[in-house]
C-alpha cells in the first residue's frame, strides 16, 4: 500500500508539474497578439425569439463573419480581427449562451442558432460575407448555408467550415446516458456557482487536448479561460444537439465555394469528418494542416487568414 501510496503521489506532482508548464498571465496573453483590439466595435443584436447576440466587428472591405465553437466565445478570434481587418471588415460573434450572449425562447437547436448568424448579419447589413465557423460554430454554418434562402443567399458568398462534423460527434447509447449523467451534472454545478473544471489544472490539462504538437502556453491559457466562463447550464442544454445533429444529407443543397480546414492532430473532429463535408458539397476544397489541432484559428492564425482573405 505504501508503494501504491507513493506512485500516487508522484502522479499527482507529476501533473502539477506539467500543468503549470502550461500557466501563463494576461501579460504574456496580450504580449502573444492573442488579446482583443481595443478599437473594436460592439453591438448587441437583439433576436426575434427575446435572446440577444454580442458581435463585435474591426476594419473596412469585403465582410466575414467569425463563428467559434462550443465553450468559446469571440475572443478566439483576436489573431483574426487583429490581421484580418487590415482590408476587410471582419465581425466575430459569441454564440448564445457564450460570453454575453444570451438565449431567448427558442432554445439552443442549431435551426435556432443558425437563424441567430442570419439575424445578425441583417442587423450590421452584412452582403456575400464570408461565413466561417469553428466546430460547432461550423454545423451551425452547415445548416445556416444549408438552406436554400434566397436571404441567406444575399447575405453569404462564401463558406469556411474549420474544424468541424456533418454529423453527430459522438455515436452509440453508451455515449448518449454518459451525456445524460453530463448534463445532470453541469445543471447541479451552476445552481452551486461552479465552472466547468472542478480545478485549474485538470482545465488545463483538457484544454491541452484540443491542440496538436507544440502548442503556445498563451493559446492554451485563453481557451481554457473563455471555457471556465461557459455557463454549465448552458452547455448542458447544447449536448444532446451535438448528439443529434445530422446534416449530411442536406449538404448537396450548399451553393457556394466552400472551404474545409482541418489539422492532422485533430482529435476531436479528425480529418474523415472533414472528408465527409467536402465530399457532399459541390466543389468544396480541402485544406489539411500537418501538426494542428482542434483550434486552427489560434495555432495556425496566419494561415487560416490568408485562406479567408
Known amino acids: 500500500m505504501g508503494a501504491v501510496g507513493a506512485a500516487l503521489a508522484l502522479g499527482y506532482?507529476?501533473?502539477?508539474?506539467?500543468?503549470?508548464?502550461?500557466?501563463?498571465?494576461?501579460?504574456?496573453?496580450?504580449?502573444?497578439?492573442?488579446?482583443?483590439?481595443?478599437?473594436?466595435?460592439?453591438?448587441?443584436?437583439?433576436?426575434?425569439?427575446?435572446?440577444?447576440?454580442?458581435?463585435?466587428?474591426?476594419?473596412?472591405?469585403?465582410?466575414?463573419?467569425?463563428?467559434?465553437?462550443?465553450?468559446?466565445?469571440?475572443?478566439?478570434?483576436?489573431?483574426?480581427?487583429?490581421?484580418?481587418?487590415?482590408?476587410?471588415?471582419?465581425?466575430?460573434?459569441?454564440?448564445?449562451?457564450?460570453?454575453?450572449?444570451?438565449?431567448?425562447?427558442?432554445?439552443?437547436?442549431?435551426d435556432r442558432m443558425a437563424d441567430d448568424l442570419l439575424e445578425v448579419a441583417t442587423a450590421l447589413d452584412l452582403h456575400d460575407a464570408v461565413l466561417c465557423g469553428h466546430s460547432m460554430g461550423g454545423m451551425?454554418?452547415?445548416?445556416?448555408?444549408?438552406?436554400?434562402?434566397?436571404?441567406?443567399?444575399?447575405?453569404?458568398?462564401?463558406?469556411?467550415?474549420?474544424?468541424?462534423?456533418?454529423?453527430?460527434?459522438?455515436?452509440g447509447p453508451f455515449v448518449a446516458g454518459l451525456t445524460v449523467a453530463a448534463e445532470r451534472g453541469m445543471r447541479r454545478a451552476e445552481r452551486r456557482g461552479h465552472g466547468l473544471f472542478p480545478g485549474n489544472d485538470l482545465g488545463v490539462?483538457?484544454?491541452?487536448?484540443?491542440?496538436?504538437?507544440?502548442?503556445?502556453?498563451?493559446?492554451?491559457?485563453?481557451?481554457?479561460s473563455m471555457v471556465d466562463v461557459m455557463s454549465p447550464s448552458a452547455l448542458a442544454h447544447l449536448l444532446p444537439e451535438l448528439l443529434a445533429f445530422d446534416v449530411r444529407e442536406r449538404l448537396a443543397a450548399v451553393d457556394v465555394p466552400t472551404q474545409v480546414v482541418v489539422g492532422t492532430r485533430d482529435l476531436l473532429t479528425p480529418r474523415r469528418t472533414a472528408r465527409a463535408i467536402a465530399g457532399r458539397v459541390a466543389g468544396a476544397e480541402l485544406t489539411v494542416l500537418p501538426g494542428c489541432g482542434h483550434m486552427v484559428m489560434l495555432e495556425r492564425s496566419d494561415e487560416l487568414c490568408e485562406l479567408l482573405a
Open 13 to 110: 506532482a507529476l501533473e502539477r508539474a506539467g500543468a503549470r508548464r502550461w500557466q501563463v498571465d494576461e501579460e504574456a496573453i496580450a504580449a502573444s497578439g492573442r488579446t482583443l483590439p481595443p478599437d473594436l466595435r460592439h453591438h448587441f443584436v437583439p433576436l426575434s425569439d427575446g435572446g440577444k447576440l454580442h458581435a463585435v466587428e474591426r476594419g473596412e472591405g469585403p465582410a466575414v463573419l467569425l463563428v467559434p465553437g462550443i465553450t468559446l466565445n469571440l475572443a478566439t478570434w483576436a489573431p483574426q480581427l487583429r490581421r484580418l481587418s487590415r482590408h476587410h471588415r471582419v465581425v466575430a460573434v459569441s454564440q448564445r449562451g457564450h460570453g454575453q450572449s444570451t438565449a431567448g425562447h427558442g432554445g439552443y437547436g442549431f
Open 140 to 171: 451551425v454554418s452547415q445548416v445556416l448555408l444549408a438552406r436554400r434562402d434566397e436571404a441567406v443567399r444575399s447575405r453569404f458568398g462564401r463558406l469556411v467550415v474549420v474544424a468541424s462534423s456533418p454529423g453527430p460527434i459522438a455515436y
Open 205 to 224: 490539462w483538457l484544454t491541452r487536448f484540443a491542440f496538436g504538437a507544440r502548442p503556445s502556453p498563451a493559446d492554451i491559457e485563453l481557451t481554457r
